[in-house]
């Protein structure tokens, strides 16, 4: 028991002097004790907290002035940042961007600096109008530029020299639908005055009557265009010519053309021997398959027939996503191609692939395929129907529905 009387609460009695260690334990008694600050966060294990002085800032609205909570800074945040997905997604949606293009341009510049423009059209004198379409003159050659002795007879090319058209036709393409028109190599033409293509020379037009393939080989495409023009009346803006070898290598690139033939049929001399029914063709085959006549009772007319089909169908097999977007058909394709493809000087990428669209448009049912109205003979050559070709061009010419057919 203390010895010394009650006081005040503090170690001070009513009476007396009070001890000596009963002051030392008030000034302990008398010290505050500490109390976690305000914002106390277990985070920081309660020693990093920020202490709440209890000043009021005299901000009434708002955060506090110091950007923080309680007037002070947040905290930094030691943890590793989660990954920003949105900024991600944009930065490789730009990089793949960039990748497509660059491949694309590169492709673009490769493809057209491989093609041969090698035909001059502004050499062509006396051209009609222009019309609403856009013509192509498509021409099968059967030149066996770049072939080895064992390829022609592999091909069934023999070993002519020089070169002459084995298949020609018109292909307009027009706003109200596709067109393809078969001109048949013994067509009954016209030889009018022209210009040479290598001499510069006019040379005066003396109504020779020739077929239609003699005006190629006279003097090469500018005259064939001079010819077709001149005995139809419809100008042709593009010409494009392939020989045997890029053609048969094209098929090979697509991995062949599925064709259905409806009846089976043989031929020595193209090496055509095929059966009925769906089937795949390779570029030996796809070759033998447009060059065949003698197979066939209306000779040369059931031919243009064939490759019309068969053109169509390539066309349909090329441009094809499968084709376009794939860099491993891609490449191949047009590489077989682009090598043995003549165009004429103004003739571009965009236009050749214009021209294939408006193929596939056909086999599609977007346009209609023919050959040119015959009206009868003269001697072996063809005579056209004039009232019916007039009839044709002009509605090539004002881009309306053709409304003509071919009773051949």
Known sequence: MNDWPEGDGYGRGSRGAEPEGARAMRHVQRRPIPQQPQGYDDRYGGYDAPYDSGYNTGQVYGAPAGGGRDGYSAPPDYGRPGPDWRRRLKVGSITVLVLVLGVSI????????????????????????????????IVGSDSREGMTAEDKKRLHTGSADGKRTDSMMILAACGSGNTMISLPRDSDVEIPSFVGSESGRTFEGEGRRVKLNAAYAEDGPELLVRTVEYNTGLRIDHYAEIGFAGFANIVNAL???????????????????????????????????????????????????????????LANQAATPGTVLNPFALYPTLGAGLDTLIVDKDMS????????????????????????????????????D??????????????EKVTVTSDR
Do not use: H
Not at 282 to 295: I, M
């Open 255 to 313: 991995g062949g053309v599925e064709m259905d033939i409806p009846k089976a049929f043989k031929d020595k001399k193209s090496g055509a021997d095929f059966q009925a029914g769906k089937q795949t063709l390779n570029g030996e085959q796809a070759l033998a398959f447009v060059r065949t006549r003698y197979a066939f009772a209306g000779s040369d007319l059931d031919r243009t027939k064939n490759q019309q089909k068969f053109l169509a169908a």
């Open 106 to 137: 590169g492709t673009y510049f490769w493809a057209d600096s491989k093609m041969r423009r090698e035909v001059d059209l502004s050499k062509v004198i006396e051209r009609p109008e222009e019309g609403d379409c856009t013509t192509y003159l």
């Open 349 to 384: 990428l965009f236009d050749l692939g214009e021209m294939f669209f408006a193929m596939k448009g056909i086999s599609s049912g977007d346009g209609k395929s023919m050959n040119m109205p015959i009206s009868g003979n003269r001697g072996s050559n063809l005579v056209w």
């Open 386 to 399: 004039k009232d019916k070709v007039k009839q044709l061009v002009q509605q090539i010419q004002n881009d």
